[in-house]
T-cell receptor, first 109, second 115 residues
Framework: EDQVTQSPEALRLQEGESSSLNCSYT??????LFWYRQDPGKGPEFLFT???AGEEKEKERLKATLTKKESFLHITAPKPEDSATYLC??????????FGRGTSLIVHP | ETGVTQTPRHLVMGMTNKKSLKCEQH?????MYWYKQSAKKPLELMFV???????ENNSVPSRFSPECPNSSHLFLHLHTLQPEDSALYLC??????????????FGQGTRLTVV
């Protein structure tokens, strides 16, 4: 059974304080590892797709990396507007993505 | 707006009512999904349609009935729901099933409350 575990469950940062979110996965035949951002009362918004170990992608203050067992979302010098819940999902041979519970990030000014 | 529109945004229904949720996308996507999001739980996949054909029914109770009349529209018909069915119901679309959630778009969701 595919599993995705995100940690920490919640994270509080000061503005400018860099940190990383973790997504550990157990998926047979990984086809894609996805990162999404979700603001309260809204649907998730696509951030990144990673396909193979060693791959990295960046967007503004966010950088996603992938190994054979986990993915990290690095947030460099975060701002209050980066506050959101960050969701990780992975899909394998069945093509059906499995989501983690998410990490709730709060960035204080 | 994300390109995926869900209506209604909020719905309160009794356990004996029948209602429908609607999802519409004009992104040219071929895969459409219904997800259930409950507090403190991961997003739960309910149904998947790929090129209008249902490819996945993730052990969803029969009181939830999906319909995909064309590649742009997806419905979720609800009847005799239970209070534990109260949740945020999200519709999503992606280019096709094989790319999974790569650049998928989610709607704003329908907040359902069953009383």
């Amino acid at each position: 059974e595919d599993q995705v575990t995100q940690s920490p469950e919640a994270l509080r940062l000061q503005e400018g304080e860099s940190s990383s979110l973790n997504c550990s996965y157990t998926v047979s035949g990984l086809r894609g590892l996805f990162w999404y951002r979700q603001d309260p009362g809204k649907g998730p918004e696509f951030l990144f797709t990673l396909y193979s170990a060693g791959e990295e992608k960046e967007k503004e203050r966010l950088k996603a990396t992938l190994t054979k067992k986990e993915s990290f979302l690095h947030i460099t010098a975060p701002k209050p507007e980066d506050s959101a819940t960050y969701l990780c999902a992975a899909s394998g041979g069945s093509y059906i993505p499995t989501f983690g519970r998410g990490t709730s990030l709060i960035v204080h000014p | 707006e994300t390109g995926v529109t869900q209506t209604p945004r909020h719905l309160v229904m009794g356990m004996t009512n029948k209602k429908s949720l609607k999802c519409e996308q004009h992104l040219g996507h071929n895969a459409m999904y219904w997800y259930k999001q409950s507090a403190k739980k991961p997003l739960e996949l309910m149904f998947v349609y790929n090129f209008k054909e249902q490819t996945e029914n993730n052990s969803v109770p029969s009181r939830f009935s999906p319909e995909c009349p064309n590649s742009s529209h997806l419905f979720l018909h609800l009847h005799t729901l239970q209070p534990e069915d109260s949740a945020l119901y999200l519709c999503a679309s992606s280019q096709d099933l094989w790319r999974g959630l790569d650049e998928a778009f989610f709607g704003q969701g329908t907040r359902l409350t069953v009383v």
